[in-house]
């Protein structure tokens, strides 16, 4: 309802929205648009995000969850352990089969020291050092006398025990080195010697006879083994000559024993015959050093003649004068003994040393003053150190025995007990 031109009363109809303005041009109507103002950040908060942002956030929040759910959805089912039933034959059995014991991975994992894994070959000082060079694998123990190529076969009893030590763990004791099975030398030489076998055979045999009285410590064998080896003209076997490597070991082997004047010989031996060898630096600087060596024990031994010359000469005239005034000369022979017994135990010439001390041991044994005594457990100890020098083990052993039940707080007081104690055990004499 609407009031008239003379009424007061107020418009019932609500007022209509205000037209934009509109302009005529050319017989066509445009509508002209207002400036609307800016919202304020106030009046933008308060209308709320836009729909398509929100969509946009959903979006992005499902595609970094689908993977995830992907993934669970198709895990594996898991196997659940179910007891063994009657229908299913031998389960009884497998449930009661033993487990199989853990090899420990890495040197760390038993919580001990690594072992060593390979023996030390003997050589002097200021040598070059042997060339790493692999072991032969173990022999197989039957062999056929016509075939050149033999088939593949399976591994022996020998084999099979070496290769059940890797199920236990290691220890890293040096006894660990040494294969626990018999080494049955004289069957490898059997075969090396007979010529029905084939050539790369006795090849295997002769690597493994050297490498068996290396890591047993046994040098007198390994000596004679691998003079003869050096001789023969066998083929090469997994890459190695024993010829060559037995001429090697020959030398070492010679060292350790004593035998320091013939290495020199095996070693021109060996570069005339394998000049190209890449032991040959090794050979050359090992027969030089030995040379050198042999040479210093020679100038020793004449230094320690003449010193023990001179000595003699001087007890003599002593003894003399003694003699002549009527005077005992127990003395000076006391000192010449205990001289020739302390003068090559200090050069380290074993094999003087171990027979001046013996002869001043059964002449002056066991002393009366404490000088004498002092000097009596020097003479045991220097004995004793003789000894085990010349590798005679057994008698030194026995020579410690007696030492300890004659005087053994004397004994104490020396290292005769720790040289003894540092051979091997089963060592070669």
């Given at each position: 309802?609407?009031t ?13 929205p ?5 302009r ?16 304020s950040?106030?009046h933008?908060?308060?209308?709320g995000l836009?729909?398509?942002t ?14 995830g ?11 659940t352990p179910?007891?063994?039933?009657p ?9 009661q089969a ?7 991975q ?6 001990e020291s690594p072992?060593p894994l390979?023996?030390?070959t003997?050589?002097s000082?200021g040598t070059t ?7 032969a ?5 039957s062999?056929?006398?016509?075939s050149?190529s033999?088939?593949?076969?399976a ?6 025990q ?5 199920d ?26 007979d010529?029905h076998?084939?050539a ?8 493994e006879?050297i490498?068996?009285?290396l890591?047993?410590?046994r ?15 066998l083929?090469?076997y ?13 030398m070492?082997a010679?060292g350790?024993?004593g ?8 070693g021109?031996a060996?570069l ?10 090794a ?11 042999v040479a ?5 031994r ?6 023990l010359?001179?000595?003699d000469?001087k007890?003599a005239?002593?003894r003399a ?12 022979s ?6 020739r ?11 003087v ?29 220097a ?5 085990v020098?010349?590798?005679r ?7 410690l ?5 004659a005087d ?8 005769a007990?720790?040289?003894v ?9």
């Open positions: 309802m609407t008239g031109s003379l009424g007061s009363e107020p418009d019932d109809d609500p007022p209509a205000p037209t934009p303005p509109s005529v041009r050319g017989g066509t109507l445009y509508v002209e648009e207002e400036d609307v103002p800016e919202p950040p106030g933008r908060a308060a209308r836009r729909p398509s929100v969509l946009t956030a959903l979006l992005v929040a499902a595609g970094l969850a689908l993977p759910v992907g993934a669970f959805l198709l895990r594996p089912e898991p196997v179910t007891a063994p039933g229908s299913s034959p031998g389960a009884t059995e497998a449930s033993p487990r199989a014991p853990s090899i420990p890495g040197p760390g994992a038993t919580g072992a390979a023996a030390a003997p050589g000082s050092s042997r060339p790493p060079a692999p072991l694998p173990a022999r197989p123990h062999v056929s006398a016509t050149a033999p088939a593949p076969r591994a022996t009893s020998t084999q099979r070496d290769l059940a030590r890797l236990t763990p290691r220890t890293g004791h040096a006894s660990e080195l040494v294969p626990t099975h018999d080494f049955q030398e004289a069957e490898l030489r059997a075969l090396l010697d010529p076998q084939p790369e055979e006795r090849s295997a045999v002769a690597l006879l490498d068996g009285y890591i047993r410590s040098p007198r064998s390994l000596a004679r083994e691998a003079e003869r080896i050096f001789r023969m003209d083929p090469r997994l890459g190695r000559l024993p010829a060559e490597q037995a001429g090697w070991q020959w070492n010679l350790t024993l035998h320091h004047a013939k290495v020199p010989e095996v021109e060996f005339r015959r394998f000049p190209d060898s890449p032991l040959a630096p050979v050359d600087s090992l027969a030089r050093s030995t040379a050198m060596r210093s024990e020679q100038r020793e004449r230094e320690l003649e003449d010193s010359r001179e000595l000469e007890l005239k002593e004068r003694l003699e002549s005034r009527g005077e005992p000369t127990t003395r000076v006391w000192e010449l003994a205990r001289e017994c302390d003068r090559p135990a200090h050069e380290r010439l074993h094999d040393s171990v027979v001046m001390c013996r002869s001043f041991l059964d002449a002056w044994a066991p002393g009366e003053t404490r000088e004498e005594r002092l000097a009596v457990r020097k003479a045991r100890e004995e004793i150190i003789a000894l020098g010349l590798r083990y057994t008698e030194a052993r026995e020579r025995a007696a030492f300890r039940a053994p707080e004397g004994e104490r007081q020396t290292i007990s720790a040289i104690a540092t051979i091997p055990s089963g060592a070669e004499e």
